[in-house]
């Protein structure tokens, strides 16, 4: 089965990482030399990316079409993919790989590359949000979102600039007053942050929706009342329930928030401005990922 040939098209993020970044091409190259498989790439260049890559996948028609970046490429291309037989994998090339940390992708090339040759295809949940575009991995409003609001405008991009950031995000905190309706319930809520997750971490390894699935037809408000530093360890070493009173989490297949104030809102680690409404609802088994063999 792993031997039929198959028509690949990697799609290559060149801003993505940092000055580390792998030779993902030449890595591909020499993985799949002499394998009999059909290897095309597509390099973005931010301008026209969207339109120009439909048409481009339109004539290629590849089997498995794999982000080469971090979170906002696989989200682009989670898009592009959805609710057709497509193959979507994933080369964790990016400065936030959250996804592919969800997912147990390694970070070497040989190690990511075996699993688009031979790994498992399973057939994953997104969130619809505002009607508009997908989530894969996490959404949310508040303290996180400005928090990737100011690393997107840091002039460090390692972890001093990520430090720099919390500590910022830190001193400004401020809660939110929130209305929420999920599956017809309707809580009024304080809160410095509301994530909306379809998986369980984010990138930085912090495990903020331990019972989260990616296959399980919901997904998960997490609605952070507190901040404590216990909680944060808990979130960052363990996997460990929150203590309800600081965080609470309910499952959900539909979500509305509203806020009298306008909030700080991120999808999957793209800010996305200050709204007063947020809607979700989930997609059910609309992408087909292609995971570690262990996944399943």
Known sequence: MHNEPVKLLFVINPISGGKEKTDWEESIRNYFRDKPH???????????????????????????????????????????????KMQLGILPAGSANGMAKELGIPTDPAGALKIIDEGTVQCVDAIKINEAEI????????????????????????????????????????????????????IKRKAYMVTLANARKYGTGANINPEGDIADGKFEIVIVRKINLLEIYKSVFTNKSFHPRRIEVFSAREFKMTSPRKVYFQIDGEYKGKVSTVSARILPRILNLLLPPKQL
């Not at 095309?40 to 982000?67: C, R």
């Not at 508040?142 to 919390?166: C, D, P």
């Open 38 to 84: 059909q290897v095309e790439f597509y390099l973005l260049d931010g301008k026209n990316d969207k339109s120009s890559l439909k048409h481009y996948i339109s004539l290629i028609k590849p089997d498995k079409l794999i982000a080469v970046g971090g979170d906002g490429t696989v989200k682009m291309l989670a898009e592009m993919v959805k609710e057709t």
């Open 135 to 186: 989530c894969i991995h996490l959404s949310d409003v508040g303290l996180n979102a400005m928090l990737v609001k100011e690393f997107e405008q840091s002039s460090g991009r390692g972890m001093w600039g990520y430090g720099k950031s919390i500590i910022k995000m830190l001193f400004h905190k401020r809660k939110m007053r929130l209305n929420i309706v999920y599956d017809g319930q309707i």
